[in-house]
């Protein structure tokens, strides 16, 4: 997982706080995305970015934000934190084009209580 | 949309061959990926196979694919305890934006 930092990596959050997952990638890669992974369920696609400025949604993108401001960084902002929420979240980037390989942060593990 | 399935479980003894499986529903599907995922860690990519392609063997990892039956699977030789983990199949879009995940297949390897 080079190159691909999340912070933090453990969080417990109040229902309705909000808070800011960090995302950041060293390998100019064009392509990030959050994805969310709950038991059984596989990795769900959150929103994802193909370059700075540009953003789009997954599979399951109601209750967070993004944006893309510079090419290194990638926030996940949840606004009013739901216990729904409560996953292990991945960032992930790579070149775009097919075929690429992606890689993965560490993971985020959130609590809503 | 897509889809990606894979059974939840599969238990090996140590030295056994294993073979996960599974199964996606999108046709325009270009690349295929294995991933796995060790206890409180990410997610690492094994291996990946080309839409166009039958078979990619890549030291004890066998990946075959039936392009036809849109049937993927994994074969793990000589399989050791540390290959015991959470593996993920996934398939991305023609337009290469979009990973899909299947569940997941637990595999416990016994010694």
């Known amino acids: 997982n080079a190159g691909v930092t999340q912070t933090p990596k453990f969080q417990v959050l109040k229902t309705g706080q909000s808070m800011t997952l960090q995302c950041a990638q060293d390998m100019n890669h064009e392509y990030m995305s959050w994805y969310r992974q709950d038991p059984g369920m596989g990795l769900r696609l959150i929103h994802y970015?193909?370059?700075?400025?540009?953003?789009d949604q997954g599979e399951v993108p109601n209750g967070y934000n993004v944006s893309r401001s510079t090419t290194e960084d990638f926030p996940l902002r949840l606004l009013s934190a739901a216990p729904s929420q409560t996953s292990v979240y991945f960032c992930?980037?790579?070149?775009?084009?097919?075929?690429?390989?992606?890689?993965f942060g560490e993971g985020s593990w959130l609590t809503v209580v | 949309g897509e889809d990606v399935e894979q059974s939840l479980f599969l238990s090996v003894r140590e030295g056994d061959s294993s073979v996960i499986n599974c199964t996606y529903t999108?046709?325009?599907?270009?690349?295929l990926y294995w991933y796995k995922q060790e206890p409180g860690a990410g997610l690492q990519l094994l291996t990946y196979i080309f839409s166009n392609m039958d078979m990619k063997q890549d030291q004890r990892l066998t990946v075959l694919l039936n392009k036809k039956d849109k049937h993927l699977s994994l074969r793990i030789a000589d399989t050791q305890t540390g290959d015991s983990a959470i593996y993920f199949c996934a398939e991305s879009s023609a337009a290469g934006n979009k990973l899909t995940f299947g569940g997941g297949t637990r595999v416990l390897v016994k010694p």
């Open positions: 999108d046709s325009s599907s270009t690349y």
């Open positions: 970015s193909v370059g700075a400025g540009i953003t």
């Open positions: 992930a980037s790579r070149l775009t084009g097919v075929g690429n390989t992606i890689y």
